[in-house]
């Protein structure tokens, strides 16, 4: 085949076209400190505390910065970490540890984070290695200088969740330049934390100021004007020894390389994909692939040892082992984008999970430092688990990936699944399951699609069957009166009144999981010709998703709202549920309604500035979307190895793939106002299937969109 060609140059650099601030206003909960891909510290800077506005710890419409600290999630709409604050300052302590600064002097990029504390004068310079987090100030003023190291603070629901969260754990003095420290908390979930920091100059002197709790450390230096102090500090899941162990990544490295080398494995990473377009749109699509490789975060040792969700140490074998699974999220893009610009990762990441049940006798389904939340519904491990094994992903064990899927699907582990009443039914009854029947029962259908087909690639015919059939009770709450799916009855009648459009949400009930029913009836991604054939076929189907696009954009309903955002009608590109729904309409037979839509969420709900989110990132899968959407496709199905077509949105893109293949994408014509996909060739030849696939996408080769400006109908088949 001939490979397109484009001019890219080999010494362009990508991060600079990355901007950490996307994301860090409104209800977007990015952070904007320096992280490497996949690793364990993500070292940034707080500007508050307490509840569902501090997830990151940060927030651009903030003045204040209240110190640094070394772990921090990305997008997502649960508190915890923030762990080990630091706090630069000179002169007599304050009542509060506090500073303004300016935003003139604030700079973000990968791998490196520094800001001009006001209070002092103090410019702080942050940057990282995988686990171990850099720290260099320069104390601008004369006078003593002293830095506040806190590991009672950390990211809490409130003032009283601070006094208590922290269960056990002290500072220790270890020499003239190094201290250590642990910690065991309780926030979203129960875990244990270990660090050791080594400056590189003396302190002069030290006091606790919280006494012999020794949570609060002052650390005085004697420095002169323009003096800088610095300091190395690993952390580490299993032991203070672990720490050190992690701080051998720095040792003998100046901030200047490490700083560098973090910045190298970013351009690695994002230079997977080279695209060409205005700096606005690469900033966008860059943006969207860093945050895509924040997470899963590997928190083993550099030993490969780490602490399960049983509390207690083990090995891994490959001397990894990744968590912050925010898989309600990420197994609808981030995880398929894995598969094609990580695989090997990928498969890493599945045997990290099947470690986890291992020892939790459960597949994984939110997980933070090794530990289970149940923060959310379904089990969604079992579709990423299914999508690395029927793409030939290596790393894991299928037949043990089978067993572990059949087991959690099974055995009541899950607090929010009852399999008995689940089997009795076929629906989790309202009257009987009183939150989230509805959503629940619809995901449960679909990881039960998932393990009927990893159970057919297998022969297990009995388990092909078994789980084929629980994955059509969907069925069972389908209205045909208002072609939604509704709150049943166990007596079987349906739920009265009908709050169709009422936004349930995790803490108040409700039948739907942060949603409506015109937001859920479409989640049946096993099944979309048998959802159009039970709304009356493609027509009705589309009026239908019509409906949803247009209907008036608010949100209905008691209680929180905080994740339905970013609404086109009752779509909520700001929450999961509806991220395939805009491609729905190209199975449909109208594709031009899905490059309408795709184009619309894109340029809308994607933007280069801090509020340029419509919602919580949630781990990467927010950016996922618009990496798959710019492509011009996205996986509908996450587990089908298909690829539903929309429209492409940056001219030329040139995918590097293992064994250095290229998938190199086209859009010609493209412009502002050709956003309708005319025709489609791969590899020179006319292609007329409404997707493509996994198959053709690693094989490498040629996609070419030719676009128009007219809603035109490609001739798919």
């Not at 923030?82 to 540890?97: R, S």
């Not at 003023?141 to 409130?158: A, P, W």
Request: hydrophobic share 35%; with cysteine; net charge neutral.
């Amino acid at each position: 085949m001939t490979l397109l060609s484009f001019n890219y140059s080999n010494a362009q650099s990508y991060t600079k076209y990355v901007n950490p601030f996307i994301g860090t206003a409104e209800t977007g909960h990015t952070f904007p400190g320096a992280t490497v891909p996949f690793g364990m510290v993500q070292l940034s800077p707080e500007t508050g505390n307490f509840g569902w506005d501090y997830c990151s710890g940060y927030r651009y419409e903030d003045s204040v910065i209240t110190g640094f600290a070394h772990t921090h999630l990305n997008g997502t709409g649960g508190v915890d970490l923030g762990d080990v604050l630091f706090f630069p300052f000179q002169g007599k302590a304050p009542a509060n540890f506090v500073s303004g600064f300016s935003r003139s002097t604030e700079k973000a990029s990968p791998g490196y984070y520094t800001v001009v504390l006001n209070r002092d004068n103090i410019k702080a310079e942050l940057t990282v290695s995988p686990h171990t987090g850099l720290h260099r100030y320069t104390f601008n003023n004369k006078g003593d200088s002293h830095i506040l190291v806190d590991i009672q603070s950390s990211l809490v629901d409130s003032k009283e969740e601070l006094e208590s969260h922290l269960l056990d754990g002290s500072i220790t003095i270890n020499s003239n330049n190094s201290i250590s420290g642990y910690t065991s908390t309780s926030v979203w979930v129960d875990r244990k934390m270990f660090f050791t920091a080594i400056f590189n100059k003396p302190f002069t002197g030290y006091h606790f100021i919280d006494g012999k709790n020794k949570r609060r450390l002052i650390l005085d230096f004697d420095n002169k004007a323009g003096g800088q102090v610095e300091a190395k500090v690993a952390i580490s899941a299993v032991s203070i020894e672990g720490a050190k162990l992690n701080l051998s990544e720095t040792i003998n490295k100046s901030f200047e390389i490490v700083k560098s080398e973090t910045v190298q494995a970013w351009e690695n990473r994002l230079s997977i994909i080279k695209a060409e377009g205005t700096d606005d749109e690469k900033t966008n699509l860059y943006t969207s692939l860093y945050r895509l490789f924040i997470q899963p975060n590997n928190i083993a040792d550099i030993d490969g040892k780490y602490r399960g969700a049983d509390g207690k140490v083990h090995q891994s074998a490959d001397k990894v082992f990744y968590s912050t699974f925010s898989l309600w999220d990420t197994y609808r893009a981030a995880h398929p984008m894995y598969t094609i610009l990580c695989p090997n990762r990928d498969g890493q990441m599945v045997e990290s999970m099947l470690q986890h049940f291992d020892i939790a006798k459960a597949l994984p389904i939110w997980t933070l430092w090794g530990k289970e939340s149940y923060a959310m519904i379904g089990n969604h491990s079992i579709p990423v688990i299914v999508d690395a094994s029927l793409k030939g992903i290596k790393g894991f064990d299928k037949e043990k990936a089978f067993a572990a899927i059949k087991k959690t699907l099974t055995t009541n582990v899950n607090p929010k699944y009852d399999w008995r009443i689940y089997m009795r039914y076929g629906y989790l009854p309202s009257d009987i399951v009183k939150r989230e029947a509805v959503s629940r029962t619809l995901e449960a259908a679909y990881d039960d699609w998932c393990a009927a087909q990893l159970a057919k690639a297998l022969h297990k015919q009995i388990d092909y069957a078994y789980f084929t059939r629980r994955s059509k009770f969907y069925v069972n709450l389908f209205d045909k009166s208002t072609n939604l799916m509704r709150g049943k009855l166990a007596n079987g009648k349906w739920v009265e009144p009908f709050a169709h459009l009422d936004s349930g949400q995790l803490a108040i009930g409700g039948d739907y999981t942060e949603g409506n029913a015109w937001q859920y009836v479409w989640q049946v991604q096993h099944d979309i010709p048998g959802l159009i054939k039970l709304m009356g076929g493609n027509k009705a189907f589309s009026d239908k998703l019509d409906s949803l696009f247009t209907m008036p954009a608010k949100v209905f309903g008691k209680g929180s709202t905080l994740d339905v955002t970013g609404l086109i009608g009752q779509y909520a590109h700001g929450n999961e549920p509806v991220h395939h729904v805009a491609y729905l309409y190209t199975l449909a037979g109208n594709p031009a309604k899905t490059q309408q839509y795709a184009r619309q969420v894109h340029e809308q709900f994607y933007q280069n500035k801090p509020n340029g989110l419509s919602g919580n990132d949630d781990c990467g899968q927010m950016s996922a979307w618009d990496i798959f959407t710019t492509m011009g496709f996205y996986p509908v199905n996450p587990v089908d190895g298909k690829f539903v077509f929309g429209a492409p949105q940056m001219r030329n893109m040139d995918i590097t793939l293992p064994n250095n293949r290229h998938f190199i994408i086209q859009a010609v014509n493209l412009s502002q106002a050709n956003k309708y996909v005319e025709s489609i060739s791969l590899n020179g030849r006319i292609y007329t299937k409404p997707y493509i696939t996994y198959k053709d996408i690693m094989s490498g080769g040629n996609l070419v969109f030719t676009m128009t400006d007219k809603p035109a109908a490609p001739n798919f088949q």
